[in-house]
T-cell receptor
């Protein structure tokens, strides 16, 4: 089984809908991250969490919210989806940041 | 502001044709530089971590090197299966990674 799983893998939704992307990990890492990837813009950090009680905004948090339900679960919500949120979304985890991060397989989100 | 710039954006090589990818960075006190490989539609896969200037790491046909301002990913005698996007990232502050835009590498048979 994969260490970092994301659901759904693909999602098509309409403008204004609320959606949630979920991430689970079995690596035992305390730190979890949500990244967004757009062509030509690379990976940009949306939110990150260092434990269940710690949530921090990344560089592009507007329009998103997160919930850290447990050490192993970190979900990303779009309260009212808009077309420019169409992107590839990655969950990642890490132990010590000096060892880098491990990425999930990604969720391809399309907002019509 | 911490920045990571990768060049070229895209590189097309013939099988067996060696080359290098560049990652230039500006960060206050480098604490780690990472290389990842990403296949289309998949999550980035960790390749190397470099911590100090002069350090080198190797894996099969790939070798990563680090200076005080940039890192190179050298690809020796590449094969079509080495085709992917290669991402570079540095640690920002105490807790986050900042990524470059990546280099899309295509190896033609």
């Amino acid at each position: 089984d994969a260490d970092v799983t994301q659901t759904p893998r693909n999602r098509i939704t309409k403008t204004g809908k609320r959606i949630m992307l979920e991430c689970s990990q079995t690596k035992g890492h305390d730190r979890m991250y949500w990244y967004r990837q757009d062509p030509g813009l690379g990976l940009r950090l949306i939110y990150y969490s260092f434990d269940v009680k710690d949530i921090n905004k990344g560089e592009i948090s507007d329009g998103y919210s997160v919930s850290r339900q447990a050490q192993a679960k970190f979900s990303l919500s779009l309260e009212s989806a808009i077309p420019n949120q169409t992107a590839l979304y990655f969950c990642a985890t890490s132990d010590l940041i000096g060892q880098g991060v491990s990425f999930g397989p990604g969720t391809r989100l399309t907002v019509l | 502001e911490d920045q990571v710039t990768q060049s070229p954006e895209a590189l097309r090589l013939q099988e067996g044709e060696s080359s290098s990818l560049n990652c230039s960075y500006t960060v206050s006190g480098l604490r780690g530089l990472f290389w990842y490989r990403q296949d289309p539609g998949k999550g980035p896969e960790f390749l190397f971590t470099l911590y100090s200037a002069g350090e080198e790491k190797e894996k099969e046909r790939l070798k990563a090197t680090l200076t005080k301002k940039e890192s190179f990913l050298h690809i020796t005698a590449p094969k079509p299966e080495d085709s992917a996007t290669y991402l570079c990232a540095v640690i920002q502050g105490a807790q986050k990674l900042v990524f470059g835009q990546g280099t899309r590498l295509t190896i033609n048979p």
